[in-house]
């Protein structure tokens, strides 16, 4: 199992580093400053233990001073590596996580609507944000640091055999200790790190989820049951949080008292031989002593680093599990819609959202071109669900859709969604200005457009008598309008793509009468020329339908314009009716 697990953190690495390919120079760079850095340190003993046994032992000042200028050059030379190597290998890792965060949020807008479905948000926000940043400290902080302190560790080991075998033995007595604690430390660390890479995705997710949902939660006074599942649910991050500080807390002051007793048993036998002059000398022991320093202190610095690349290397896992998700949109089409021809044919259609639970169930009808569709009946009937297939945010598992002449999967997603205009009951808006949300960002439609867009629909004079007009800064979601101002707002938004097709999901159904005059008046400019699809639950806003279909259980159960099922005297006569006497009393 540990071996697999190994294999399977070998191969992450390798994937993580091949986005630094475009950035091979300058991590070739990195890695020989990292090698400068790891020659230079241990030379410094070398040269003292030198200056000491050949220059201040026999008093020869000219040649210490020569000897102290080269070390103040080295030292130099020392502070730039150190500075180009974390200043480039910082570098690449910040382009790198660019790339990736790149890479994986247009991989999350390209996945199907069932994904979202089944997916929290914050999850998705931790892992576009914060693991992905754990990556970048595999340059910065891990794998070049790995290959320096090892080769630093490699030429200490060197000098130290060739300056005394004796006092190398001597110090490499409490080496086993260290590398049992060491590998002690690795593993523990990696479980700790999953867990608090877990804890904080939970974390993410459910303040992502109650901020969003705040009125709900205020609503049934749950205050305080949601800030005791907080409580609990930070306790968890802070537990894992603590558990891996306990592994360093143990970890450091035992690297640390090995190494003091390894001097202490260098400075001893050191000293013996000194004094008995058994062939070591004074120069050799000052020397010793800071080989040891550099000795430990890579070997702390790898168990450090590991630890820093095994929590890339999972924040790494988890970023790689999105990006190898396999629910992109199928975009197989290959015939651009280009809206000439607005029929809608549905033909034996079924659909599920969950396997086996059907929510249409072999219906068909048509609508034809330039004319206008309500679909009516209760929650759960599967009016929607008929808008999200003709949108092709979901597919159909049985049965035929056609628009136009064609097979709806024969057509590109892009032509598709550029000739429907889908306005919902709960219009999201984002935290800009109105242009820019009428617009969406998109630069081939100016502000003359979208002016007389608005005044052909009559909204303008609304607009216009907010604060700056049309740059007036909606806050988040909309939050600044009323419901029905953010609905007149999506009418815009639909009604200046001049789509072929529009689709208005209970747009009407939750708004002041003012607001719906405007609506209205906006649907029925809207209407000119194109289909409509009209979901509503109110069904004096469909009257006019050219055709109303009334679903239930995924079924249709009554089909025919207004006049038609009112004669009918059936499940259609009863809702209307029911529905006048309400609006009457």
């Known amino acids: 199992m540990k071996k697999t697990g190994n294999i399977v953190d070998w191969l992450l690495l390798k994937r993580v580093l091949k986005y630094s390919n475009p950035y091979r120079k300058k991590l070739f760079y990195a890695a020989l400053s990292a090698i400068f850095l790891a020659v230079l340190g241990p030379l410094r003993p070398w040269l003292i233990n030198y200056a000491i046994d050949n220059y201040i032992i026999v008093s020869n000042l000219e040649m210490l001073a020569k000897v102290t200028l080269l070390l103040f050059l080295m030292l130099f030379a020392e502070g730039f590596f150190q500075f180009y190597y974390m200043f480039l290998s910082t570098w690449i890792g910040q382009n790198v996580i660019r790339d990736i965060r790149t890479e994986i949020f247009q991989h999350i807008i ?68 260290l590398l049992i604690a060491t590998a002690w430390f690795k593993r523990n660390i990696k479980s700790a790190f999953q867990d608090v890479r877990t804890q904080v995705s939970k974390l993410n997710a459910f303040v992502q989820e109650r901020i969003i949902g705040m009125k709900i939660v205020q609503i049934f006074n749950k205050e305080a049951s949601e800030y005791d599942k907080f409580i609990e649910i930070n306790k968890k991050h802070r537990d894992a949080n603590i558990r891996s500080i306990f592994y360093y807390a143990v970890f450091f002051p035992i690297v640390e008292i090995l190494s003091a007793l390894a001097i202490a048993l260098v400075i001893w036998s050191g000293s013996l031989s000194i004094i008995n002059s058994t062939g070591v000398t004074i120069g050799e022991l000052v ?198 101002q953010r609905q007149l707002i999506a009418f815009l938004r639909a009604y200046i793509r001049n789509p072929k097709i529009i689709i208005l999901d209970e747009a009407t159904s939750s708004i002041d009468s003012e607001s719906e005059e405007l609506l209205q008046a906006a649907l029925k400019k809207m209407s000119l020329n194109r289909t409509i699809i009209i979901i509503a639950h109110r069904l004096s806003t469909i009257t006019g339908a050219d055709k109303i279909i009334l679903l239930d259980k995924g079924n249709i159960i009554e089909s025919g314009d207004h006049k038609s099922l009112v004669d009918q005297k059936g499940k259609y006569f009863e809702m209307f009716n029911k529905q006048k006497n309400i609006e009457l009393y």
């Open 110 to 177: 390209s996945l199907k609507m069932k994904y979202f479905d089944n997916t929290q948000v914050g999850t998705l926000v931790t892992r576009t944000i914060s693991d992905i940043e754990t990556i970048s400290d595999i340059f910065s902080q891990g794998l070049l640091v790995i290959i320096a302190e090892l080769l630093k560790l490699i030429l200490v080991l060197v000098f130290m055999f060739y300056t005394s075998i004796k006092l190398t033995i001597v110090t490499l007595i409490t080496i086993p200790f």
């Open 287 to 484: 020397a010793f002593i800071l080989y040891i320093y550099m000795m430990f202190r890579p070997i702390r610095q790898l168990a450090d680093r590991f630890n820093v690349l095994q929590m890339g290397i999972v924040g790494s896992e988890r970023v790689f599990k999105i990006l190898d998700t396999n629910q992109k949109i199928a975009n197989e089409g290959k015939i651009k819609f280009d809206g000439n021809n607005g029929n809608i044919n549905f033909e034996n259609v079924s659909f599920y959202y969950k396997d086996g639970e059907w929510v249409l169930n072999n219906i068909s009808f048509s609508i034809e071109n330039n004319k206008t569709l309500a679909l009516i009946g209760h929650t759960g009937s599967g009016k929607t669900s008929i808008a999200n297939l003709i949108l092709k945010f979901y597919q159909n598992q049985k049965g035929k859709i056609s628009i136009g002449d064609n097979n709806i999967q024969t057509y590109t997603i892009q032509s598709i969604r550029k000739s429907i205009s889908y306005v919902q009951q709960e219009v999201f808006l984002f935290s800009d200005t109105i242009l820019n949300n009428v617009k969406m960002y998109d630069d081939t439609i100016d502000n003359h457009t979208v002016e007389n867009a608005a005044r052909e629909i009559g909204i303008h004079d609304f607009i216009s008598s907010l604060p700056n007009s049309y740059e007036y800064v909606v806050g988040e979601r909309g939050i600044t309008l009323s419901v029905g």
